[in-house]
């Protein structure tokens, strides 16, 4: 048999040297991987562009280390100065109610802790204790002075939320934060005695202090730990009473002869004119501000808060200050600084 040989079919493509080679049967994967990384090529910085974004970011660096590490030198002074003191923080208003100012204060009193100072902190709940009246169906009232009227039923709430729920929740995040806290109130170790508000009677169980025993907190604090004290206490027969947390950080400070009283409020402070919020009034003595009180300068929420800090001054305390809580690291500001967070009232 004979076997003839045909020609080979050769197939080729004629590529024009002014076009760009296209394959006819191109990949898709391919094709979406090489745009991809023309996109990644065109969108990159040049060099020189990274490089000076770099130098920016280490000098910014820099910077804001130097800055951290000239107010540590700042602040030395000052913690010198109170180093070993005893301070006494009321705990109330706006930074109750904002997490992020919450966890300022926290970390505020943790840091003075820690620097040395020995913070006793006081607290009441009022915000809290409305929620839970609300939950159970009894409705808040409160006298024209804005002092809570507190009936049977009222005032176990107010000890349930400040003792049981408010106090235990402080305890907690100043222990997560890095130092030890023990919770406590009025009537853990007869702290404080109360006795029925004379000032403003039909107030149901709303009372004054009458005696404060500090033993347990001279103990607390010898032991390197922080005091956090709900403002319940009872009277002689046990009954319990709602004692307002300002005037219970005031006769705290007293009985342990604090250098401070600090009270955190939602105000910046003492205003020389209460319709101009630029007239704070950053320190004043103790004549000058019962001539402000006489005056009617200081008025309206304000009066209480004032006079919780004169009977502290008169008692034995350095110095008594009523910082703006709105702000953040107040605390600091007003310990740590010179130009303090809101007024500060000397003796």
């Known amino acids: 048999m004979l076997f003839t040989a045909k020609p080979a079919t050769i197939s080729y493509t004629i590529i024009n040297p002014c076009k760009p080679f296209q394959n006819p049967n191109p990949n898709p994967s391919l094709l979406r991987l090489r745009r991809h990384h023309l996109r990644l090529r065109s969108a990159s910085p040049p060099p020189l562009a990274v490089a000076e974004a770099e130098t920016t970011a280490v000098a910014a660096e820099a910077a804001s280390a130097k800055n951290r590490v000239d107010i540590l030198s700042e602040s030395l002074p000052f913690i010198q100065r ?130 404060v025993d500090p033993a347990v907190l001279h103990a607390v604090l010898e032991a390197g730990q922080i005091p956090v004290v709900a403002s319940v206490a009872a009277d002689e027969k046990g009954q319990a009473y709602n004692i307002n947390a300002d005037t219970a950080a005031g006769e705290i400070a007293a009985a342990l002869g604090a250098e401070k009283l600090i ?68 605390l600091l500001l007003e310990i740590l600084t010179d130009e303090g967070a809101g007024t500060m009232i000397t003796g």
């Open 82 to 211: 109170f180093r070993g003191k005893t301070i006494v923080v009321k705990y109330g208003g706006a930074a109750m109610k904002s997490e992020e100012l919450r966890s300022s204060v926290i970390n505020d009193l943790v840091l003075l802790s820690c620097v040395g100072l020995r913070p006793v902190f006081v607290h009441g709940g009022g915000p809290e204790i409305n929620r839970w009246l609300g939950r159970l169906g009894i409705e808040p009232r409160f006298s024209p002075d804005g002092l809570r009227i507190t009936d049977g039923p009222t005032m176990e709430v107010v000890e349930m939320v400040l003792v049981g729920h408010v106090n235990k929740h402080l305890v907690s995040l100043i222990n997560r934060a890095g130092a030890t806290a023990v919770g406590l109130c009025g009537k853990d170790a007869r702290l404080l005695t109360a006795r029925p508000a004379s000032a403003t009677p039909g107030l149901g169980f709303v009372g004054d202090v009458s005696r």
């Open 263 to 330: 009270l955190l409020t939602d105000v910046a402070g003492i205003l020389g004119d209460r319709n101009d919020a630029g007239s704070l009034v950053k320190e004043i003595d103790l004549r000058g501000i019962k001539r402000m009180v006489e005056e009617g300068v200081v008025s309206g929420g304000m009066i209480p808060k004032v006079r919780c800090c004169i009977r502290a001054l008169a008692q034995g305390v350095r110095t008594a200050s009523i910082i703006d809580g709105r702000v953040p690291h107040s």
